[in-house]
């Protein structure tokens, strides 16, 4: 991998025009970068920040060759870049966190082996590619346990729980039918989050464990510090570490964890991983010295890494659909900061934005 430098008045293009390419363009535009926005949707909320940008299809090879010809360096906000589209800007520059990290996070059944060949502990899962394999999955799981799509599910979707008495047959027509894992449910006493940054020289950094919770499959808050034992805190870390490490990463790697509980014992399963900055390391814009977004765009462009380093406690919460029409009060609240994400419409089940509050360190 090149270990070239970037100047700042250099150009980042972004792959994904959502609220996370706009943070990423705001935190680069800090650091004296510019930034094109490569997105198919037309009103995007990253556009309103950046120098550049590009409305066309990720199959559009033309639109594609011309935006890698104008950047210097290619992220991403979302995992689910088609792998062709990839392929294909890599020959003629530098995407990162790169063609791997994608490939892996993509695909469930991947991830999961992945973990497996780093010694790292994920539910107990099985392969489902028709109605007999999800019988004799079940028959090995057991009841409740939970169907997801192997690519292209999240916030909840493409995935559906099976519980007793359901009917196999209908729970795989429920998700399309489509290749899938069947996943044992597992009792976890918390959810967790760790984000790892990792350079090009193969340095990281780790943000102090977040602790999340969702509503209605959608993230609703992450509290900083977790809940956690100090040693369970340290092997989340230890954990991002190593998957960033195997995949040879550079950028921000958010890892999803289930924290169980037994005899006072935690124990921790990794349930996915995103190879982007993500919406629980939102706290890092107000808790921490240098946020996710700054960390992520210092690795992508060979920088060396800010400081992880927490000064506050910190509770983000995400404003969904019409609690961003709140935005008066949210504004007044001493201790918390907004961000809004600009989108033209509301919707419900949308993410609006979100507010930081910060709290003294215990
Ligand atoms: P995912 O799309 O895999 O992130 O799953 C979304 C949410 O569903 C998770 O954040 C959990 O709250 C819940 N969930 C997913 N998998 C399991 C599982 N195997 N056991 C229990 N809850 C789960």
């Known amino acids: 991998m090149s270990d070239s430098v970037l100047k700042p008045g250099s150009t980042i293009g972004i792959l994904g025009g959502g609220q996370l390419g706009r943070m990423l363009a705001l935190a680069a535009a800090e650091l004296g970068f510019r930034c094109h926005i490569y997105c198919p949707e037309g009103e995007s909320p990253a556009f309103d920040v950046v120098a550049a940008r590009t409305v066309a299809s990720y199959e559009n090879q033309r639109a594609l060759a011309a935006f890698a010809g104008s950047v210097d360096v290619i992220t991403y906000e979302f995992e689910n870049v088609p792998s062709e589209t990839a392929a294909f800007l890599e020959e003629q520059a530098t995407v990162l ?147 960033a490490e195997a995949l040879g990463y550079v950028g921000l790697l958010a890892v999803e964890m289930f924290v169980t509980e037994e005899g006072g014992t935690e124990t921790l399963l990794v349930n996915e991983i995103a190879p982007r900055v993500h919406n629980s390391g939102h706290w890092t814009q107000d808790g921490c010295l240098v946020s996710q977004f700054e960390n992520h765009i210092r690795a992508i462009a060979g920088w060396p890494l800010g400081s992880t380093e927490r000064h506050s406690d910190a509770v983000m919460t995400n404003l969904i659909g019409f609690e961003a029409d709140d935005w008066t009060p949210l504004a007044a609240k001493p201790g918390a900061r907004l961000h809004l994400y600009g989108k033209s419409e509301t919707r419900s089940g949308r993410k609006m934005g979100h507010v930081n509050r910060i709290f003294a360190k215990r």
């Open 97 to 243: 966190p790169g063609q791997r990290a994608l490939a892996v996070s993509q695909d469930r059944l991947s991830e999961k082996r992945l973990m497996q060949e780093l010694g790292i502990a994920v539910a107990p899962f099985a392969t489902v590619d028709r109605v007999s394999d999800l019988e004799t999955a079940l028959s090995r799981l057991g009841r409740p346990s939970i169907l997801k799509t192997r690519r292209l599910g999240y916030d909840g979707k493409g995935q559906i729980m099976i519980r007793e008495g359901d009917d196999a047959a209908a729970a795989f027509a429920a998700i399309g039918g489509k290749p899938a894992v069947l996943e044992g449910f597992v009792s976890f006493t918390r959810e967790i989050s760790a984000l790892v940054v990792r350079s090009k020289r193969g340095a990281t950094a780790v943000y102090d464990i977040a602790e999340n919770v969702h509503r209605n499959h959608i993230l609703a808050t992450s509290t900083v510090p977790a809940s956690i034992a100090p040693d369970t805190a340290a092997e989340a870390r230890a954990i991002a570490i190593r998957i």
